[in-house]
């Protein structure tokens, strides 16, 4: 049975600055796996 509303795992979903893939991981995956772009975490507004 699969808990699929788990507060535990801290996911978060990450968009490339340059093409604008999504990747949700638990830490910040750093460069985009597609592009190697920069990756910002969607849950954090920018300064
Ligand atoms: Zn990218």
Do not use: K, Q
């Not at 978060?12 to 750093?30: K, L, M, R």
């Amino acid at each position: 049975m699969r808990d699929l509303t788990t507060d535990l795992e801290e996911e978060s979903p990450y968009e490339c600055f340059e093409c604008g893939n999504i990747t949700v991981a638990e830490e910040h995956p750093g460069s985009c796996p597609d592009c190697g772009g920069a990756m910002r975490n969607r849950r954090t507004p920018l300064e």
